[in-house]
């Protein structure tokens, strides 16, 4: 198993920027792609950005292409997430997410969440 823990989230005004951070532990080394999923109020659950763990290419979703970026350090076992040009529509609380892959299975795993609001 994986466990994740982000931090990073608070409350910056349009067009500030912010980093998020994604610590993982446990089993990282069956880790896969790491990324990023956000929840604004009521709404669904969105995919931002995703990042292979071994080869590094990334993946964004169109409304943060070209704002955010999604990079990681594989000696912390971290990913992160830094977000400019910060838009009130990103207001949500974003979710770090694993998948990870061994001979047997897969499996996908969540952190807490942590709260980003834009202000305008």
């Known amino acids: 198993q994986v466990q994740l823990g982000e931090s990073g989230g608070g409350l910056v005004q349009a067009g500030d920027s912010l980093r998020l951070s994604c610590a993982a532990s446990g089993r990282t080394d069956t880790m896969y792609t790491m990324g990023w999923f956000r929840q604004a109020p009521g709404k669904g659950r969105e995919f931002v950005a995703a990042?292979?763990?071994?080869?590094?290419?990334?993946n964004y979703a169109d409304s943060v292409k070209d704002r955010f970026t999604v990079s990681r350090d594989n000696a912390k076992n971290t990913v992160y997430l830094q977000m400019n040009s910060l838009k009130p529509d990103d207001t949500a609380v974003y979710y770090c997410?694993?998948?990870?892959?061994?001979?047997?299975?897969?499996?996908?795993?969540w952190g807490q969440g942590t709260q980003v609001t834009v202000s305008s």
């Open positions: 990042i292979n763990w071994s080869d590094g290419s990334t």
């Open positions: 997410t694993a998948v990870t892959s061994t001979a047997r299975s897969t499996g996908n795993y």
